[in-house]
């Protein structure tokens, strides 16, 4: 087989694993959007909070450190103790439901009824204030996040393939595990979604709050279920990217990356989000690959804003969006 | 007591219909342009014109042009700071193509380029609304800082990628430039803001705004009536991005001088914008400039109190700004959905009846 076609064999495959961390991100969206209509813009920060809180959790981190030594000039930074990984894990699973308590309590509550672009604004101002909050609670500079999973390139892809075509493919160990991961995730989600009464109750809320209400299914607990799931999907994520590349601010930029990929998918379909995480992976990689070095470059900022903005233009509601019917 | 309606009597139509019907309003309105055109150009210094001023004034027009989109005619954009930087592009090819014409004409003629672009990206709103299209908008951001990034042409090929202002006049008085007094930035800048505002207050209260209101309301309802949705959406996004064009082409050649595209035009002033007309109100003219002027003074105001007073480290206090601001915006939704605006149209009302409860 010719080389250039297995660069690009190559470049689908990495793209692929891409579009699931892609897919990680966007579930946390649709999980939201369904339950509550609310479309959380937060989501990408969720998931960098949640990655600093657990390395702060796991290297003993004072929480406000700076903070504090700014207001009573003394000079903490840790505990002096490590945490191992699995417990710190658990315990940022505590604080992200805490946080899903406390954005239910105390903004989603007082905001019922709203117009849907209010809870955006809303959603885009607790961006803002979890991330200053996160940065004031752990510091702001660059983390290394390392809870044990396997990273680098894999060896016996590489060696497989190598006997095969006489070209060895890199691909790394960490996209394996996450795509392994996502795929264990949804499938998770899609059996709590089917089979569990609370599942049934989320369901229930989604297609419609008042009759939901009328049986007898607290919003409240809906709500905050599901902001917790959604903070849950977020530490996956926050691992995931965080053991990539390192824990800091671009984290949170995933949360636009997620936004072309939900709008090809439809904002209310899980499946979708998971399909249209792997067009943009493969497309975004693709074309970096084909088209990037005819026009300088650096296309995926906006290549997949632009394939899913002239895919909507064809089919406003989404590959498996739910088909928008409009009356007066 | 002093503000009443009481003995203001409109005899023709034209007096009926103006925009300021009460006479105190009206008195009010000729003050704050008396003391912004002949008081503060003698007063301000170099630190209030950059710090406070000159953005303020900036931010207003671009306020102005993405209420315009979102709050007059419902379409929610986030694509700002992407038709900012075209502003600033075009004023500086402009500039640098046709060194001869005057500079404000550069920045009205930047600002009639943007429009064209607007429209170009306001295309996909004839098939996709709401978030949806708040989505496809980035798509203009995010495409437009990096075709200014990548391609030579648009930054005369200068070796660091930046565009900077060529030094120009308006009879005779340098406004762009490094040898540019801060009086002059603030005159051109309100000048610009003043005809901004004037204009976007006719347009929203003629035939043109009502449509785009129609459009907002129920889009569907509007096209039963009569309305045509291709023609009042797509002359949103135009006079929107018009607007947002002359911001840029602004920003640009008075206030920076200097710009690097991704840094200056990035998402973050895509959602500083949006936030501002939030906070302000949505469908007031008024309420852009209130936004506009507080989340302009309200990073400077906490960075005098946290770094001068407290002394804060720097990066302490813009977390510190961060927690505040979303706090803020989050509690301005809760309180007061409405922005600004609604609590000045609500401290008006209790005016109007003061002393008396009801």
Not at chain 2, 34 to 62: C, E, H, Q, S, T
């Amino acid at each position: 087989m010719p080389d250039q076609l297995l660069f690009a064999i190559e470049v689908t495959l990495n793209g692929l694993m891409a579009g699931v961390l892609y897919a990680l991100v966007a579930l946390g969206f649709v999980l939201i959007f369904k339950a509550s209509g609310i479309f959380n813009y937060a989501q990408g920060v969720m998931a960098l909070f949640a990655a600093l809180t657990l390395v702060g959790i796991m290297d003993g981190q004072v929480p406000f450190a700076s903070l504090i030594n700014a207001v009573f000039g003394t000079e903490i930074h840790t505990f002096g103790w490590q945490v191992p990984a699995i417990i710190a894990i658990v315990l940022t699973l505590v604080v992200m439901c805490i946080l899903a308590w406390c954005v239910q309590r105390f903004v989603m509550r007082h905001l019922v009824n709203q117009e849907p672009i209010i809870l955006f604004m809303a959603t885009i101002g607790l961006a803002y204030f979890m991330e200053g909050f996160g940065d004031l609670m752990w510091g702001a500079d660059i983390k290394k996040l390392d809870v044990g999973l396997p990273q680098g390139i894999n060896d016996t892809i590489d060696q497989v393939t190598y006997g095969w075509f006489g070209y060895g493919f890199f691909i790394d160990n960490l996209d394996i595990v996450a795509t392994v991961i996502a795929a264990i995730l949804v499938i998770g989600l899609m059996i709590f979604s089917q089979y569990s009464k609370q599942g049934r109750a989320l369901r229930a809320v989604a297609d419609d709050h008042q009759a939901a209400l009328s049986v007898g299914i607290s919003l409240n607990y809906i709500w905050v279920l599901v902001w917790s799931i959604a903070g849950f999907v977020a530490l996956v994520a926050g691992i995931m990217w965080g053991t990539k590349s390192g824990v800091q601010f671009s984290l949170s930029l995933i949360a636009l990356k997620a936004l072309p990929v939900l709008m090809l998918g439809g904002f209310t379909s899980i499946p979708g989000a998971i399909v249209g995480g792997l067009i943009i992976g493969v497309g975004e990689k693709l074309f970096e690959f084909l088209i990037g070095p005819m026009v300088g470059g650096a296309t995926e900022n906006w290549f997949a804003y632009v394939l899913a903005l002239l895919f909507l233009v064809f089919r406003p509601q989404g590959l498996f969006g739910e088909k928008i019917i409009e009356r007066v | 007591m002093i503000y009443r309606e009481a003995g203001d009597f409109s005899t023709t139509y034209e007096a009926d219909s103006q925009t300021f019907p009460i006479r105190f309003d009206r008195y009010r309105y000729y003050l704050v342009l008396a003391v912004a055109f002949g008081v503060i150009p003698f007063l301000v210094n170099d630190y209030w014109a950059n710090a406070v001023l000159v953005p303020f004034l900036i931010y207003a027009i671009a306020a102005i042009g993405l209420n315009i989109l979102t709050g007059y005619c419902g379409q929610v954009s986030l694509g700002t700071g992407g038709f900012m930087a075209v502003g600033a592009y075009a004023s500086y090819k402009l500039m640098t193509a046709f060194p001869e014409v005057s500079v404000i004409i550069h920045v009205i003629l930047a600002g009639g380029i943007t429009a064209g672009v607007g429209v170009l990206f306001g295309l996909p709103s004839l098939r996709i609304k709401g978030f949806y299209l708040a989505v496809a908008t980035l798509a203009a951001q995010f495409f437009l800082v990096w075709l200014f990034n990548r391609v030579p042409w648009f930054y005369n090929h200068s070796a660091s990628g930046q565009i900077s202002v060529p030094e120009r006049t308006v009879i005779g008085v340098p406004v762009t430039g490094p040898n540019t007094d801060a009086w002059a930035k603030y005159l051109i800048c309100l000048v610009f803001v003043f005809a901004c505002a004037w204009l976007a207050r006719n347009l929203t209260r003629g035939k043109i705004g009502r449509t785009w209101m129609a459009i907002r309301d129920m889009d569907i309802a509007a096209e039963i009536i009569g309305v045509n949705p291709l023609a009042a959406k797509l002359s949103a996004f135009a006079v929107s991005s018009f607007f947002i064009g002359i911001a840029g082409a602004l920003f640009f050649s008075v206030y920076l001088g200097a710009v690097e595209v991704g840094e200056v035009f990035g998402i973050q002033k895509s959602f500083l914008v949006l936030f501002m007309v939030i906070i302000g109100g949505l469908g007031s003219i008024f309420g852009s400039f209130a936004g506009a002027a507080f989340l302009v003074l309200l990073p400077v105001l906490l960075k005098n109190i946290l770094v001068g007073t407290l002394g804060w480290s720097t990066d302490l206090a813009a977390h510190f700004e961060l927690v505040i601001v979303g706090g803020l915006i989050i509690t301005f939704l809760i309180m007061e959905p409405h922005g600004l605006a609604q609590l000045w149209r609500l401290a008006k009302e209790k005016l109007r009846l003061w002393p008396f409860p009801h």
